[in-house]
């Protein structure tokens, strides 16, 4: 039989260790936001990045087709970047809505369009075809768009200021 102080000793240690799995989930959850937002801003540079070359007077293909590479390489990862539990009920402050997690299949759904969009970008900005590129660098970032619609709350900034 446990005498009272082992009890309390015992409930104790099983309380402290809750508090730290609570607070590693949170650190998780911050580090993961982190991330996803990094990599967020990598996809949208290199899409502006190809948008103002498609508007220069010599537009550089090279240089279109390299960001379009750099968007179909991240673009199948976006489903990963969404752990369960790195939403705002994390305690971070995400633009990411709920329906992320509540529509998962919805929001794998947009996420592949946006795979299958940039794919066929690259393929198209490796041609050097500017006109085709133009097209498909538009339905790129329609999918884009459909997925902030429905999957992207409002601003919100975070303690670093994102």
Request: glycine residues 8%.
């Amino acid at each position: 039989m446990f005498s009272r102080n082992s009890r309390i000793a015992v409930a104790l240690l099983a309380g402290c260790s809750l508090s730290a799995t609570a607070a590693l989930a949170a650190v998780d959850a911050a580090k993961a936001y982190e991330a996803r937002h990094d990599q967020f801003h990598t996809v949208a540079g290199a899409f502006k990045a190809i948008m103002d070359g498609l508007k220069a007077e010599k537009p550089d293909t090279a240089a279109i087709a390299a960001k379009a590479k750099t968007i179909e390489g991240l673009a199948h990862q976006i489903p990963s970047w969404f752990p369960a539990g790195t939403g705002a009920e994390s305690g971070v402050k995400t633009r990411a809505k709920p329906e992320i997690w509540s529509d998962a299949a919805g929001f794998a759904a947009a996420a592949k369009n946006l795979e299958t969009q940039s794919a066929a970008l690259a393929a198209i900005a490796a041609t050097g075809d500017l006109a085709a590129i133009s097209t498909q660098a538009k339905a790129m970032g329609g999918a884009c768009g459909a997925c902030h619609t429905k999957y992207r709350g409002p601003e919100v900034a975070d303690a670093q200021g994102h």
